[in-house]
Each structure stands twice: as structure tokens, then as C-alpha cells.
């Protein structure tokens, strides 16, 4: 395959191999398997963020119940909100596949007004907080409830950007490079799909043990 | 074409028959884990279960709905064997760094 | 009847002296447009051209052009150090360069003695030899070296590059907030780095923007080894350089995280009142500290040394990546024990993961656990020595060509000897008992990452210069460099094990002079060591002029003819020289024949075959026609 550079809107772009159809012998185009890679880090770092909260768990002479300082009600509020973003981001995708960017679109939308919904519910859960005077200085459990949550926010966060930008401005390169678009999608989709599954620890972890 | 369904193949050599009963499959996991996600709140919190037990089903329920995630959203259980390997690394190491600490401040001298 | 070699090029057999010729000649040519273009401008702005560059090439010489500079910088703070250790309490003028408040009247204050160790470590590891190691050597080198035209994902590679850059830049500004930089040792072990002064929060927040340049940067050479690798060249036939790269990219990948969790707790405990590491209880400067408390300083340090450990493993692999390349190359035969090679290299950055406690021997941690560390701590010993022996062994017989990369190469195998010999008793509990935390421990590790890491990386320099620039660094002078280099760092570190076995302890301001157990060997070798730094030092003046004068000469065409100098076989050196910038990196993407160290061929014992050669031989045509066989022909 030759790499000679082609011009695109003025500047050079090098052409690179497996960026949207698989490479044989591994299966996978690169940005798949740069998502897992990167996922695989993410388990490393909310792996050491759950280490600390066992040993500071098990080395505490009394510890709280969930229930005891948070709102186990809007947590599993929330809890539907991020499984059903993790529907609206898959259908989003299937959708792409079958051609359909209109749907697609729909559904990316979707997606975005769930993690919206998703902060909002956390945003009312902090205040709450700290209105109770629970900061996270109060003890332990308030520190590695905030620590946690908020890493797990900003995620959400930086998940919300990609959506958006890829519903707003990335959409056009569907009728220059569908495919590109669509694995695009599917890679935003697993990195989603990831952050509903560290909270789907996290809420049993923090609420109800 | 924004409103063109097509019928050509989509990528990944799969129909358009296979992808809408995919999504079909989606919102029965959809379903699978609402109903769990209910059940572990009504079981530690509506029960008010004692630690070691709230404990034991919480992460029971939260492997099983992780399960479903991972393995149907994430298409992990059709995934290539690279990424299995890759995984199983991590979920090692993982469980490395969540025995280690914990491990030292059960094993202490003095204690 | 003579033999003439014969390669393939398209469809036609040329013979191969004929063809490499004008492979050269055009190679020339193009060169010179690309100057004409590169001087006249009729490519990309500067700024996407120098600055935010995509092109892997000029990433990496950002890259190593940055490291270098913190080596330096890192290295003067060293300095300073060691004129305190070796006259404590001497006034100096150049100590001055602190300002009156780290060094009245040119005399060091112990907590400034403290900052500099705490930044000289900080600068050295994380913002010197591993961008050196991975970011400019990994990203230059490896896309040559597998056959592809850049790395994976060419703009990650720009962020992972302007993630480094302000990560720097926030921990040289720490040095300028009031009460100084961090100054808990590089190891930032709270509760003492909970309640520093702001200078802490900066170290932490530069922290994450490091971590993160390493994550996004081992994320691109994961995919780009394995995905963007040319046809033919299958893992078996990597160079063993490439297979380096690519575990410590893994190590970089899983091992950091948790570090990045950790400082994430300790900037919550300096900024939110959060006592993650804060014991209940706890006392500063006789009053107790109004915190929550029922944090763990341990965990910390379990956090810390996960990534730790690993890290110092991130500091040799990409080293005995280098010395494997120069070694094969400069004694003109394949490297000994490949498998072997390969398969201790994975193995050792799997067992990395699982010995991190063994810095922790002394924080009362339990037999049971202890053991573990021990065990573990041993057995990862076993591929090293593998590694270390396969390099030694694959000199014998060799043909040895005692360039300067090729003696930096050869003093590195002794030296890393060394310093993973002595890392032996640290890896044992019960005499770790006794070293630890002792200037043992500094002498052990130097000895692996400063005659170890960074000859190999001085190494690479030399090797790999004709590659960047075109040119060859001038012989002498870099002979010079290395006699007086290496001369100078035994100098420093091998009185270190005498002190550390004698129980000198680490970081302390005057090196153990008030201490009657140790201030006899302090006195006596202290400043013997001081003037081997200073001696370093200007060591490198040689080093530092031959390559800008070469450098600039290269940028200014007066280039060498031969785009393979060193008559390598890999696939780096089969590019043209100074390959075009923004361009690609191969006319054609070459096709892999053979494995990566076919020097010196049976069929050819003075001579090499390059990885992406098919070739054959034929005889020599006396009259007549061309016998039809040949007599070795080699398929993909």
C-alpha cells in the first residue's frame, strides 16, 4: 500500500493503513483497538480508586451505610438514566450501520439529553449534600464518595463533548467518509458504554453496602 | 441521503435483517437490567441487609449486569482475540492492585 | 566461478551493487529538491510544520530536543547537590543561582537541599530519560523500523507531545511559588507531602499532565506496532528494539493509571481537607492536625510504587532495546538467544506488575506479604539475567567494530551488571533491612539508569544521528566523551555502596557528616564523588558541541552520501536519510523477506541483507546464457 501524501483542503494528509477496515490477521481498524487499550487503563485507574476504598474501608473502626448520608433514590434514578444512554448510543450505532443517519442522529441526541439528565440528578445530589454540611473533608466516606463520583462525572463530561461534537460538527463526514463516521461511533459508543459500567459498581459500592 | 435506509450490506458483512434483530437484543438487556438494577436496590436497601450479605448480592447483581454490558453492548463476548488478551491482562493486574493494599493492612506486624 | 548478488526491484533482477548505487544517487537527488523545498517554503507554516507537527519524525526530535534540555537541567540541580554533600555548609557562588532564600550568602538551607533532591529525581525520570526513551527515540525510530508511514493516530501523537510540554513547564514554575517546589522526594510520601508547601500541589498537577502524555503516547505504540507493521515482518521478526517498545508501552499503559488515582487522593487531601493519607491523630509541629483523619499513609505508597515499580522498568526496557540494535550491528551477527530474548522481555513486564512492595520491606508490613514481595522480587531477576547474558554471549565471535555508539553499548552490559546485581540484597527482606533507604539504594539505582539508561541512550544518539540529520557525529570527540564519561560516573556511584553498607542514610543535606557512624566515610568519599560530577559535567562539553555543529551542518546540506552508515539491516535504515519531514517515510512501503539481523550471511560473510531484500545468487555470466536455477532464492 502506498503512503504518498494527497492533498485535503489544503493541507497534506497521510494516508494510514487499517484506519477504518480491519487489518486480517488482528481483525480490528486501529481506533477499535486504541479504545480497548484505553478502557484497559481506565480499569487501572477506577481499580485503584476501588483499592483505596477497600483498604480504607477495612481498616476503619466503623463505617456508614450508604443510605445512612446519600440519596439511594436519585442514585437509582440516575442509574436508569446512564443504562438507557447505553441503549440510545448502541441504537444510534445500529442505525448508522443500516444507513440511517437521520435515526442515528436522533438517537446520538438522545444519548447527550440522558447524560444531561445525569449530571442534572448529580448536581441535585451534591447540593444536597453539602447543604446536610457532608463535604469531603467530613470523613472518609464523603471523601471517596466525591472522589469517586467525580472522577466518574468528568467522564461523563468528556463523553458529552465527543457526542456533541460528533452530532453538530463531525456528522458531514458521513457523505465523505460514512464508514469512517460510523466506527467513530461505535468507538464514542464503547467509551460509553464503559462509563455506565464503572457506575453500574460504583452505585451498589457507594449506596447500598 | 439523511432519510435513505438502504438495503446494501452495512460493514461488518451483516444484513440489515441481522442489525434490527441485534437492537431487538439490546432492549431485552435493556429490560435484563432495569429489572436487576431494581432488584439490588430493593434487596440491599428496601431489606436493609446486613453488610457482609448487602455486600455479597450487591456485587453479585453489579457482575451479572456488568456481564451484560460488557458482553452484548460492548459486542464483547464476539470480540477478537487480541482484545480478550489485552482484557485479561488488565482484569489481572486489576485484581492484583485490589489485593495488594488490602492484603498489607491485614497482614501487619503487631497485629 | 564468483558469485554476484542479484535483488529484485519490480519485476526485474538487477544486480544488486548496480541497483544500490542508483538507489542512492536518486535518493540524493530527492534529498536536494526536499531542501529546496524545505529552505523556499512551499510546504505547511511553520507552526504545523516545526510546531504542532502530525509527522511522528518531527514529534520525536520535539521530544528529544525537550528531554534533553530537563537531562540538563536536572543534571545542573545534581550539581548543586553534590558541591553541598561533598563541602556541607561551604559557601559557593554558583549556589546562588537559588536566590537568597534557598542559599544566603551562596550556603545551602537543608529544606532547599531537599527541593533539589526531590526535583532532581522528578526532572530526571519523568521529564528526562523517559521522554528521551520513548517519546523521541520510540517515536522516531519505530515507524522506520516496522515499515510504516507514521504512527497510528498522528494527532494523539502531537497531544501526547503538548501534554509533556505544559506538564514541564508547570513543574519548572513550582520553582518560583512561594516556599519553594515540592521537596517530599520524588516519592512524595505523605503525610509530609500532604502538609508541604504549594510547591507540592504543583509537582501533583504536573504529575497529571505526564501521566497522561504517556497514556495517550502508549495507546498510539500498542496500535501502531501491531497494526501498522509492513507485510512480512511478523512478530518473530521484529528487531528486537521494536519488541521493547512495545512492553513498555503496556507497562506505561496499565501502570500508571493508579498512580494518576493517587495523585488525584493527595491533591484532594491538600485542596478539599480529605485525609486519604492523613492518620487520625496526627501532629504537625506539636498541634494536632483538625482533620477527619482514619486515612493510611500506606496506601499512598502502594499506589506510588504500583506505577513505581513498573516505571523503572520503562527506564531499561527501551535501553537494552537501543544496545540490542548497536550490538548486532556493530559486531556483524545476529543477536544471541532472540527467543529468548523476546520471551524474557515479556515475561519481566508481566512479573513487573506483581513486586512493588519490595520498596515497602520497612513499613511493617507481615511476613506473609513480605514473602510474597521477596518471591516475586527474585524470579523477576531471572530475565534480566537472560537478557543481560544474551547480549554479552552474542559478542563472542563478532566482528567487533568499536565505534562510539558500539562502546557506550559495551560499558552499558557491564554497568547494568552491576546495578542489577546490587539490587539482589534490596530484593531480600531481611537485608533490605539494613540498606534500605541508604545510599545503597541511590548507588544500585544510578548505577542502572545513569551508566545503564542513559549510555544507551547516548548510544542511540550516536547511532541514530545519521538517521535525523544525515550526518555522522564526529568519531573522536565522541570517543573523548565516552573515556571521560565513563570514567567520571564510576567515580560518583561506586563509593555509594561502601556508604550505604556503612549506613550512610539517603537524602540528607550534608551527606552524613553529623552523624559519628557515618561522617568518616562521608568525609573521606564525599568529596572525591562531587569532583566526579563536576568532571560529568564537562564531560558532555564535547558531546554538546559535536552535536549542534553537526546538527547545524546537516540542516544545512553538507550531508554524507551514504544513507546507511552503519550498514544496518532494519527497516529504519532503508528510509532515506533525514527522511523527508510530513511526507511519509518510504518511496515504496517495503515488504519484510527475513529476520532483522541477517549480518554476515553464509553466502555473503562480509556483507548483510537488509529485512526488506529478497534476493538471490547468481553466478557470474562467463559468455554464454545465464544458468536457469538459482542457487538460493528466498520467498516471503
Known amino acids: 500500500m502506498d503512503a504518498h501524501a494527497h492533498a485535503a483542503g489544503g493541507h497534506h494528509e497521510l494516508e494510514i493503513p487499517y484506519n477504518v477496515h480491519p487489518r486480517p490477521d488482528t481483525g480490528l481498524y486501529n481506533a477499535k483497538f486504541g479504545v480497548w487499550l484505553f478502557l484497559a487503563s481506565e480499569v487501572m485507574l477506577f481499580g485503584a480508586l476501588f483499592s483505596s476504598y477497600i483498604l480504607l474501608r477495612s481498616g476503619a473502626p466503623n463505617w456508614p451505610r450508604g443510605w445512612e448520608f446519600l440519596d439511594v433514590r436519585l442514585a437509582t434514578l440516575n442509574t436508569f438514566i446512564l443504562i438507557a444512554s447505553s ?10 450501520r443500516l444507513g440511517d443517519l437521520k435515526k442515528g442522529r436522533i438517537f446520538i441526541a438522545l444519548t447527550l439529553l440522558c447524560s444531561f439528565g445525569f449530571l442534572i440528578v448529580k448536581g441535585f445530589e451534591y447540593t444536597h449534600e453539602f447543604h446536610e454540611h457532608r463535604l469531603p473533608s467530613t470523613n472518609n466516606f464523603m471523601a471517596i464518595y466525591f472522589t469517586l463520583t467525580g472522577l466518574h462525572g468528568l467522564h461523563v463530561i468528556g463523553g458529552m463533548v465527543v457526542f456533541a461534537y460528533l452530532l453538530l460538527i463531525g456528522h458531514k463526514m458521513w457523505h465523505t467518509e460514512r464508514e469512517r463516521y460510523t466506527n467513530r461511533i461505535e468507538v464514542i459508543g464503547l467509551y460509553w458504554h464503559f462509563v455506565d459500567l464503572v457506575w453500574i459498581f460504583l452505585f451498589p459500592t457507594l449506596y447500598l453496602m | 441521503m439523511d432519510h435513505d435506509v438502504t438495503h446494501e450490506h452495512a460493514h461488518h458483512g451483516h444484513t440489515p435483517e441481522e442489525i434490527r434483530k441485534e437492537m431487538r437484543v439490546y432492549l431485552i438487556i435493556f429490560g435484563a437490567l432495569a429489572l436487576l438494577t431494581g432488584l439490588t436496590v430493593w434487596a440491599c436497601y428496601g431489606l436493609q441487609m446486613p453488610p457482609h450479605k448487602a455486600i455479597l448480592i450487591a456485587l453479585l447483581i453489579a457482575g451479572t449486569k456488568g456481564f451484560l454490558v460488557a458482553g452484548f453492548f460492548m459486542h464483547l463476548l464476539n470480540e477478537k482475540k487480541l482484545i480478550y488478551g489485552v482484557l485479561i491482562l488488565t482484569v489481572f493486574f486489576f485484581g492484583v492492585l485490589l489485593w495488594g493494599p488490602w492484603h498489607h493492612v491485614y497482614d501487619m506486624f503487631g497485629k | 566461478m564468483g558469485l554476484r548478488r542479484q535483488i529484485r526491484v519490480g519485476n526485474q533482477w538487477l544486480y544488486a551493487d548496480e541497483a544500490f548505487k542508483a538507489l542512492r544517487e536518486a535518493e540524493r537527488v530527492m534529498r536536494e529538491e526536499d531542501r529546496h523545498k524545505l529552505l523556499h517554503g512551499h510546504v505547511l507554516p511553520w507552526y504545523r510544520r516545526w510546531l504542532f ?52 550568602g551562596g550556603v545551602l538551607l537543608p529544606e532547599a537541599y531537599n527541593q533539589l533532591g526531590a526535583m532532581h529525581g522528578t526532572i530526571m525520570i519523568f521529564l528526562g530519560v523517559v521522554p528521551l526513551a520513548v517519546g523521541a527515540f520510540g517515536n522516531y525510530v519505530t515507524p522506520l523500523m516496522i515499515g510504516a508511514p507514521d504512527m497510528a493516530f498522528p494527532k494523539l501523537n502531537m497531544a501526547s507531545y503538548w501534554c509533556y510540554v505544559p506538564g514541564g513547564l508547570i513543574m519548572l514554575a513550582s520553582f518560583a511559588v ?69 512492553v513498555t508501552s503496556f507497562l506505561l499503559l496499565l501502570a500508571f493509571p493508579p498512580l494518576e488515582a493517587a495523585a488525584v487522593l493527595q491533591l484532594m487531601d491538600r485542596l478539599a481537607g480529605t485525609s486519604f493519607f492523613l492518620p487520625t491523630g496526627l501532629v504537625v509541629s506539636g498541634q494536632i492536625l483538625q482533620n477527619a483523619g482514619g486515612g493510611n499513609p500506606v496506601l499512598w505508597q502502594h499506589l506510588f510504587w504500583f506505577l513505581a515499580h513498573p516505571e523503572v522498568y520503562v527506564l531499561i526496557l527501551p535501553a537494552m532495546g537501543i544496545i540490542s540494535e548497536i550490538i548486532a550491528n556493530n559486531t556483524r551477527k545476529p543477536l544471541w538467544g532472540y527467543r529468548s530474548l523476546v520471551g524474557a522481555v515479556i515475561f519481566l513486564g508481566f512479573m513487573s506488575f506483581v513486586v512493588w512492595a519490595h520498596h515497602m520491606f520497612l513499613t511493617g508490613m507481615g511476613t506473609t506479604i513480605s514473602a510474597f514481595f521477596q518471591t516475586t522480587t527474585m524470579i523477576i531477576s531471572i530475565p534480566s539475567v537472560i ?86 557525529l564526529n568519531e573522536f ?160
Not at chain 3, 562531587?530 to 546537516?554: E, H, K, M, R, W
Open chain 3, 53 to 104: 507537527s502530525t509527522d511522528h519524525k518531527v514529534i520525536g526530535l520535539q521530544y528529544g530536543f525537550t528531554a534533553l534540555l530537563f537531562l540538563l537541567l536536572g543534571f545542573s540541580l545534581m550539581i548543586l547537590m553534590r558541591l553541598q554533600l561533598g563541602w556541607p555548609g561551604h559557601a559557593f557562588d554558583l549556589m546562588k543561582v537559588l536566590g537568597e532564600g534557598r542559599a544566603p
Open chain 1, 87 to 96: 441503549v440510545t448510543v448502541i441504537m444510534a450505532w445500529s442505525y448508522l
Open chain 3, 178 to 246: 512561594p516556599g519553594g517546589t515540592a521537596n517530599s522526594g520524588w516519592t512524595s510520601y505523605p503525610p509530609l507531602s500532604v502538609i508541604a508547601t504549594q510547591g507540592q500541589t504543583f509537582w501533583l498537577l504536573g504529575m497529571v499532565f505526564l501521566i497522561t502524555s504517556s497514556l495517550l503516547g502508549s495507546v498510539n505504540f500498542i496500535v501502531t506496532i501491531l497494526q501498522l507493521r509492513a507485510k512480512g515482518l511478523t512478530l518473530m521478526r521484529f528487531p528486537f528494539f521494536v519488541w521493547a517498545q512495545l
Open chain 3, 477 to 636: 570527540w565522541g570517543k573523548v566523551h565516552f573515556w571521560a564519561s565513563f570514567i567520571c560516573i564510576n567515580g560518583i556511584f561506586m563509593p555509594m555502596f561502601a556508604q550505604g553498607l556503612a549506613g550512610v542514610s539517603r537524602r540528607l543535606y550534608d551527606g552524613g557528616q553529623q552523624y559519628a557512624h557515618a561522617k568518616d566515610i562521608a568525609a573521606s568519599t564525599n568529596p572525591f564523588m562531587s569532583v566526579c560530577a563536576v568532571g560529568l559535567l564537562i564531560a558532555q562539553v564535547p558531546f554538546i558541541i559535536n552535536f549542534f555543529y553537526n546538527a547545524f551542518l546537516g540542516l544545512r546540506g553538507r550531508v554524507n552520501e551514504d544513507s546507511n552508515p552503519w550498514q544496518a539491516t532494519t527497516l529504519d535504515w532503508a528510509a532515506t536519510t533525514s527522511p523527508p519531514l510530513g511526507h511519509g517515510n518510504f518511496e515504496v512501503i517495503p515488504v519484510v523477506y527475513r529476520g532483522p539481523y541477517e549480518y554476515s550471511p553464509p553466502e555473503d560473510p562480509d556483507g548483510y541483507i537488509p529485512q526488506h531484500v529478497p534476493e538471490r545468487l547468481v553466478p557470474e555470466p562467463v559468455g554464454g546464457t545465464l544458468p536457469t536455477a538459482a542457487v538460493a532464492q528466498r520467498e516471503i
Open chain 3, 387 to 472: 537478557i543481560l547474558s544474551s547480549l554479552f554471549i552474542s559478542l563472542w565471535g563478532g566482528s567487533i567494530r568499536f565505534n562510539t555508539p558500539m562502546l557506550f553499548a559495551l560499558a552499558f552490559l557491564p554497568m547494568f551488571g552491576i546495578g542489577g546485581l546490587t539490587g539482589l540484597p534490596l530484593g531480600l527482606a531481611s537485608a533490605d533491612i539494613h540498606l534500605h533507604d541508604t545510599y545503597y539504594v541511590i548507588g544500585h539505582f544510578h548505577y542502572v539508569v545513569a551508566p545503564g539508561t542513559i549510555f544507551a541512550l547516548l548510544a542511540g544518539v550516536y547511532f541514530w544521528f545519521p538517521k535525523f540529520t544525515g550526518r555522522k
